[in-house]
T-cell receptor, first 115, second 114 residues
Framework: AQSVSQHNHHVILSEAASLELGCNYS??????LFWYVQYPGQHLQLLLK??????LVKGIKGFEAEFIKSKFSFNLRKPSVQWSDTAEYFC?????????????FGAGTRLAVHP | DVKVTQSSRYLVKRTGEKVFLECVQD?????MFWYRQDPGLGLRLIYF???????EKGDIPEGYSVSREKKERFSLILESASTNQTSMYLC?????????????FGPGTRLTVL
C-alpha cells in the first residue's frame, strides 16, 4: 500500500530557529504533493502544493518545500520560525490508485515554538 | 470565500446510539470526503463520494456508513456508536478537475462516545 512517512512526531524550537520537517512517500510515479497545517482550534488549511515544474515550492507564511524525486521526499522548511507557527503539520500525496482526487496523509508533526 | 461547514464542533454520545455527522460545502464540488483524525495516526479516510448518491469505501469504513442525497451535503452515520469511535471527524471537498487536487476542510467534529 502507498504510504507517507513523517519522521518527526514532535518538534520543539525556539523563535528564530530554522525548521525542516521531513516527508517521504512510497509511490514512484508522478505525484502531487501537499503540506497542510492545522493551527490550534482551527481547520486544516493548505500551506503549499507541488504538481510539476520547479521542485522548490513557495507557500504561505514564508514556508517552502523541496521535491526531490530521487529521494521520494518533500521536506518542509522555514528559515526562521515564529511563535505563531505552533501547529500540527501534515504531508499528503495524491493517491496514485485513483481517481477522485483522494489524498494519503502522513501521521503529522506537532511543532511547538517557544518565545 | 470557500467554505465547508460541519454541523457540530463537539458531540457526546452513548455507546449504541446512532450518530449523524453532517457536512455542507458551498463550492459546488463533486467530491466529498470523511476522515477521522487521531493522534499519531494522521488523517484516515473513512468514505468518500464523487457524485450525488455515489460513494466509495476509504481505508477504515467499518462501523460507518454515508449518505449523499444532495451535491452540497455529505453525511457520516455511525449506526451503533462504540467507544473506539471517539475521535475528531473531518469533512473535506474538492473539485473533480484532476489538475487541482487541493482539498478544503471543515472545522471538524470532536465526537466522544461514552
Amino acid at each position: 500500500a502507498q504510504s507517507v512517512s513523517q519522521h518527526n512526531h514532535h518538534v520543539i524550537l525556539s523563535e528564530a530557529a530554522s525548521l525542516e520537517l521531513g516527508c517521504n512517500y512510497s509511490y514512484g510515479g508522478t505525484v502531487n504533493l501537499f503540506w497542510y497545517v492545522q493551527y490550534p482550534g482551527q481547520h486544516l488549511q493548505l500551506l503549499l502544493k507541488y504538481f510539476s515544474g520547479d521542485p522548490l515550492v513557495k507557500g504561505i507564511k514564508g514556508f517552502e518545500a523541496e521535491f526531490i524525486k530521487s529521494k521520494f521526499s518533500f521536506n518542509l522548511r522555514k528559515p526562521s520560525v515564529q511563535w505563531s507557527d505552533t501547529a500540527e503539520y501534515f504531508c499528503a500525496v495524491k493517491s496514485p490508485s485513483g481517481g477522485y482526487n483522494k489524498l494519503i496523509f502522513g501521521a503529522g508533526t506537532r511543532l511547538a515554538v517557544h518565545p | 470565500d470557500v467554505k465547508v461547514t460541519q454541523s457540530s464542533r463537539y458531540l457526546v454520545k452513548r455507546t449504541g446510539e446512532k450518530v449523524f455527522l453532517e457536512c455542507v460545502q458551498d463550492m459546488d464540488h463533486e467530491n466529498m470526503f470523511w476522515y477521522r483524525q487521531d493522534p499519531g495516526l494522521g488523517l484516515r479516510l473513512i468514505y468518500f463520494s464523487y457524485d450525488v448518491k455515489m460513494k466509495e469505501k476509504g481505508d477504515i469504513p467499518e462501523g460507518y456508513s454515508v449518505s449523499r442525497e444532495k451535491k452540497e451535503r455529505f453525511s457520516l452515520i455511525l449506526e451503533s456508536a462504540s467507544t473506539n469511535q471517539t475521535s475528531m471527524y473531518l469533512c473535506a471537498s474538492n473539485d473533480r478537475d484532476r489538475s487541482n487536487n487541493e482539498q478544503f476542510f471543515g472545522p471538524g467534529t470532536r465526537l466522544t462516545v461514552l
